[in-house]
């Protein structure tokens, strides 16, 4: 089955700089991959997704590339406020069963 | 629209009790899922129903059963709680159109003591 690995575990940055959130995944029929953003006792949301027809996608601050030939794909993160402070987890999905897998999260800590 | 509603939203369960967590979801979507997020760790997906009568396994689905007799509900049953339960439990839905967000419930805080 789809197996999703997502990094940096952590990640620390400075408000204003840049942050990057690296996943890969293993199904090459995966087609969907969202980002989903958590704040602290709250459900799961949705930020941004990109699908396999598609390199890049950008929504203001946020932007999500693939790449489908090494299976992989990013959050961008540009500009950081301490409202971007959460976990952020990627997903992957195909069609065939709609299951939707989950990498293990990065914890975002943006510091003024 | 309520959107994916999840009850109870917290509960203390003691070793070997049982209890379903309800789901409910009034967006005709097609696709449910129940995940189990332990603390500071990701979501792992426990079963989910690809519609009504349809259901499989995912990750990690053992001490749980589920039921999917309509589209509109996926409960998750939990027959001899155990501590390594104790957990927050969401259940998420999706269109079965392709590629379209999952929405989230709120969560069920479980604590098995």
């Known amino acids: 089955g789809e197996n999703v690995e997502q990094h940096p575990s952590t990640l620390s940055v400075q408000e204003g700089d840049s942050a990057v959130i690296k996943c890969t995944y293993s199904?090459?029929?995966?087609?969907?991959f969202p980002w989903y953003k958590q704040e602290l006792g709250k459900r799961p949301q949705l930020i941004i997704d990109?699908?396999?027809?598609?390199g890049e996608k950008k929504d203001q601050r946020i932007a999500v590339t693939l790449n489908k030939t090494a299976k992989h794909f990013s959050l961008h993160i540009t500009e950081t406020q301490p409202e971007d402070s959460a976990v952020y987890f990627c997903?992957?999905?195909?069609?065939?069963?709609?299951?939707?897998?989950f990498g293990a999260g990065t914890q975002v800590v943006v510091t003024p | 629209n309520a959107g994916v509603t999840q009850t109870p939203k917290f509960r203390i369960l003691k070793i070997g009790q049982s209890m379903t967590l309800q789901c409910a979801q009034d967006?005709?979507?097609?696709?449910m899922y129940w995940y189990r997020q332990d603390p500071g760790m990701g979501l792992k997906l426990i079963y989910y129903?690809?519609?009504?009568?349809?259901?499989d396994k995912g990750e990690v689905p053992n001490g749980y059963n589920v039921s999917r007799s309509t589209t509109e509900d996926f409960p998750l049953r939990l027959e001899l709680a155990a501590p390594s339960q104790t957990s927050v439990y969401f259940c998420?839905?999706?269109?079965?159109?392709?590629?379209?967000?999952?929405?989230f419930g709120q969560g069920t805080r479980l604590t098995v003591v």
């Open positions: 199904d090459s029929a995966s087609n969907y």
């Open positions: 129903s690809v519609g009504a009568g349809i259901t």
């Open positions: 998420a839905s999706s269109s079965i159109d392709r590629n379209t967000e999952a929405f």
């Open positions: 990109i699908r396999s027809n598609v």
């Open positions: 997903a992957a999905k195909t069609d065939s069963w709609g299951k939707l897998q």
């Open positions: 967006m005709n979507h097609n696709y």
